[in-house]
């Protein structure tokens, strides 16, 4: 079974510039986090989906991050004008709905540098 | 909300040496946790999902303890060997929201031969 997939693996932006990350999750799971990764820090959740729907955004920067999962299945985060405090590694995890908290899978995330 | 405080940020055993890495969280109504591992440049990945029934958990080569009463989880590497040498993440379901899983910072290990 393939596993959840992101690209890039890397990008290094200027300040002001726009980039955007790629999740292909585990086939069959219904729902999809976002997550961003400081350096030396844990994950902390920015968005997740159930299908094609958000669920949570709380924590995405709407002003500047957005995030969509048209078809329930594929997820793209776009960061509109990047800056420096968005460098971090920007994990997509996805798991499927069952009974109690559902184990999370992760990729092997985009490492986002922001000069 | 759930809020994680893991302890010590970075960690050095010998080879054969135990090692121990502490969390606490601030809501004692939480029951699912999960402890991962990432090694340099890799995926998260899942050592264990523990349920707030069980307060003592083994597995290959660790024990994950569990005291509810002072809202603390522990992970236990015994005879730890230098495939050991990751980062090592907590994490702890919101109980009203099980999706929302909060993490704490992490902890660096290092298994000197």
């Known amino acids: 079974e393939a596993g959840v997939t992101q690209s890039p693996r890397y990008a290094v932006l200027q300040e002001g510039q726009a980039v955007s990350f790629w999740c292909d999750p585990i086939?069959?799971?219904?729902?999809l986090y976002w997550y961003q990764q400081p350096r030396d820090q844990g994950p902390q959740l920015l968005v997740y989906f159930r299908d094609e729907a958000v669920i949570d955004n709380s924590q995405l920067p709407s002003d500047r991050f957005s995030a969509v999962r048209p078809k329930g299945t594929n997820s793209t985060l776009k960061i509109q004008s990047a800056k420096q405090g968005d460098t971090a590694t920007y994990l997509c995890a996805s798991s499927l709905r069952q009974g109690g908290a559902e184990t999370l899978y992760f990729g092997s995330g985009t490492r986002l540098t922001v000069l | 909300g759930e809020q994680v405080e893991q302890r010590p940020p970075h960690l050095s055993v010998r080879e054969g040496d135990s090692a121990v890495i502490t969390c606490t969280y601030t809501d004692p109504n939480s029951y699912y946790f999960f402890w991962y591992k990432q090694e340099p440049g890799a995926s998260l990945q899942l050592l264990m999902k523990?349920?707030?029934?069980?307060e003592i958990n083994e597995g290959q080569g660790f024990t994950v303890l569990l005291n509810k009463k002072d809202t603390r989880l522990s992970l236990n590497l015994t005879a730890a060997h230098p495939g050991d040498s990751a980062a090592y993440f907590c994490a702890v379901s919101e109980p009203s929201n099980t999706n929302k899983v909060v993490f704490g910072t992490g902890t660096r290990l290092q298994v000197l031969p």
């Open positions: 086939s069959g799971h219904d729902t």
């Open positions: 523990v349920f707030s029934s069980t």
